[in-house]
């Protein structure tokens, strides 16, 4: 197997083409790592979320420094994966938000059910409030994966 160094450009078009990663979190020494949904702005170098309010939501608001992987995995000798180390902020329902949700509602609507799962029941739990955030991308770094020819 050959292992490479991807490019900060190699990393970015992973980000164009995929909307799935885990989002990394951490409160008081303690690590939170979960699946979500995602829509990557080139122009404005972030990843736009949707989430319900919860424990990812909690622990952000605490520590807002956070890091997503995202994965493309073809089998075991085929893969490649991102890692982006960012900070999140929530965009407000406000006018001085405006054109940032406006933005981010426009990218949403490239993915088929943006809004899962999100805004899916939990069991017998409905949540109504939900966030739309950020997470300014402060550096890129990834790796990819091929057989070896040899």
Same mark, same amino acid.
């Given at each position: ?9 190699? @990393? ?5 083409? /995929? ?5 990394? $979190? ?18 404005? =170098? $972030? ?5 319900? !309010?919860?424990?990812?939501?909690? +622990?952000?608001?605490? =520590?807002?420094? !956070? @890091? ?8 075991? =000798?085929?893969?490649? /994966? !991102? ?6 902020? &929530?965009?407000?329902?406000?006018? &001085?938000?405006? %054109?940032?949700? %406006?933005?981010? +509602?426009?990218?949403?609507? &490239?993915?088929? &059910?943006? +809004?899962?799962?999100?805004? %899916? ?9 939900? !966030? ?19």
């Amino acid at each position: 197997m050959l292992i490479r160094e991807l490019s900060t450009d190699d @990393c970015r078009e992973l980000l164009k083409r /995929t909307t799935l990663g885990h989002l990394g $979190c951490a409160r008081a020494g303690q690590p939170y790592v979960v699946p979500i949904q995602f829509s990557f702005d080139a122009d404005r =170098n $972030c990843l736009y979320g949707f989430s319900a !309010v919860g424990q990812k939501i909690g +622990w952000m608001r605490e =520590n807002p420094h !956070v @890091c997503v992987e995202v994965p493309d995995i073809t089998d075991k =000798n085929r893969w490649t /994966t !991102v890692l982006v180390f960012g900070r999140y902020e &929530e965009i407000q329902d406000s006018p &001085e938000h405006a %054109a940032a949700r %406006a933005r981010v +509602w426009s990218l949403f609507q &490239e993915r088929r &059910e943006w +809004w899962l799962p999100a805004a %899916a029941r939990l069991g017998s739990h409905e949540s109504s409030a939900v !966030v739309i955030y950020q997470i300014h991308i402060d550096r890129l770094t990834g790796r990819t994966a091929s057989r070896d020819r040899s």
